[in-house]
Structure formats: C-alpha cells, structure tokens
C-alpha cells in the first residue's frame, strides 16, 4: 500500500512540474510567431529552440526551425533540421516537403527529387509534389518517367490547366501527339490564352511529330 502511495505522489509531483513548465513553453512559441511575422528569422529560431529547451515537443522544434532556417537562407542548418524531425516522426511528409523546398531553393534537381520521392513514399497523392517531381524529370528529358507523375496529377484534378497541360506536353515529347490533343482541346475550351496551350494544340492538330 506504501509503494502505491510513493508512486501516486510522484506521478503527481511529476505532472505539476510538467504544468509548470507550460507557460514558458507556450511564451516561447508566441514569440517565435511574433518574430517570424516581422521578419526576424534569427529570432524566431532562437525563441523556437527555447521553446524546446523548456520542454516544448521535440518533433515541432525541430521541423519549426528547418522552416525559419529556411526562411532565412540558412540551408545547411534548414536540411539538418528536418532531417532531425524525419527521424522522429517517420510518417510525416513535412520534413520531407521542407527539404524538397530547401534543394529547389539552391537549384539542386537530383537532392530535390529525392525529397520529393521520399513525399511519394508516404503520400502517393500529393499532387504538388507530383507535378514538381515530373517538372524535374521533364526538364531532364525524362518524359515517360514524367509522364507517370503528371497522369497521376492531372487525374486527381483533371479540371486543373496545369496538370493538364504538362500531361500533355509529356506525351507529345514522346511522340504520342495524338493521345495529347483531347487534353488541348479542353486547354483551347477554357485556358486558350494559357503558357503554351496554343503551342500544343497546334502540334496534335498537326498530326504525329
């Protein structure tokens, strides 16, 4: 009955400590929203790690400051961070997402690639993903492979230009004009004016290339 007792005292003592704690925690938070939305990324990203040093979750710590590094060109630190946040929390696409950004910021396709097929991986849908990793793969001269992420795209919102107009310029880099003219039609119907869509309704127009 003792031990009982000690053990209940000390999971309260143990829990108002904890409750002690969220003030500091939660100031800390706030004032790294306060100083991000002035600009002071240095800031933001010190008030976040104190946020964390005062018991604040780790996993938010650390895909918050990937973010603000980030948002302060400080890409080394930004991948480091969320490469920590991808270790604790498998499943989340977030850090993944955050890398993708940071690679594309530095105009390094392969390093964003892989980010982006890491989102894949978790989320098959993710449809800005999708068209960023078929960009990627269509400026390489990849179309098939291209091709593969702009369908899956253009099927999740077939009423988007977009996704449309990128599906169908995939296919008429392959020489499939044909399988791409029902996608310009609908381009000239309701984007006439659009990047590119009288280019392409022109060519599957024309016959095969």
């Keep these: 009955m003792k031990t009982h007792l000690l053990i209940l005292a000390f999971a309260c003592v143990t829990a108002a400590n904890a409750t002690d704690k969220l003030p500091a925690i939660s100031e800390a938070w706030q004032q790294s929203l306060t100083a991000e939305s002035n600009s002071d990324y240095a800031a933001a990203l010190e008030s976040v790690l104190a946020y964390k040093s005062a018991g604040g979750a780790t996993y938010l710590a650390a895909v918050r400051?990937?973010?603000l590094s980030y948002l302060n060109k400080d890409y080394p630190k930004a991948i480091?961070?969320?490469?920590?946040?991808?270790?604790?929390?498998?499943?989340?696409?977030?850090?993944?997402?955050g890398m993708m950004n940071v690679y594309l910021a530095q105009t390094q396709p392969e390093d964003a690639l892989r980010a982006a097929r890491e989102v894949l991986k978790i989320d098959q849908f993710h449809r800005p993903t999708l068209l960023i990793a078929g960009e990627i793969l269509f400026n390489h001269q990849d179309y098939?492979?291209?091709?593969v992420y702009f369908e899956r795209a253009y099927k999740l919102m077939p009423e988007d230009p977009i996704g449309m107009s990128w599906f169908g310029?995939?296919?008429?880099?392959?020489?499939?004009?044909?399988?791409?003219?029902?996608?310009?039609?609908?381009?000239?119907?309701?984007?006439?004016?659009?990047?590119?869509?009288?280019?392409?309704?022109?060519?599957?127009?024309?016959?095969p290339l």
């Design 65 to 67: 400051a990937g973010w």
């Design 80 to 97: 480091q961070f969320y490469t920590t946040a991808a270790k604790q929390e498998p499943r989340a696409i977030t850090p993944h997402l």
């Design 144 to 147: 098939r492979k291209a091709e």
């Design 169 to 207: 310029w995939a296919q008429i880099n392959q020489g499939q004009a044909r399988f791409a003219a029902p996608l310009f039609e609908k381009l000239m119907e309701t984007n006439p004016q659009g990047y590119m869509v009288q280019d392409g309704f022109a060519i599957t127009r024309s016959g």
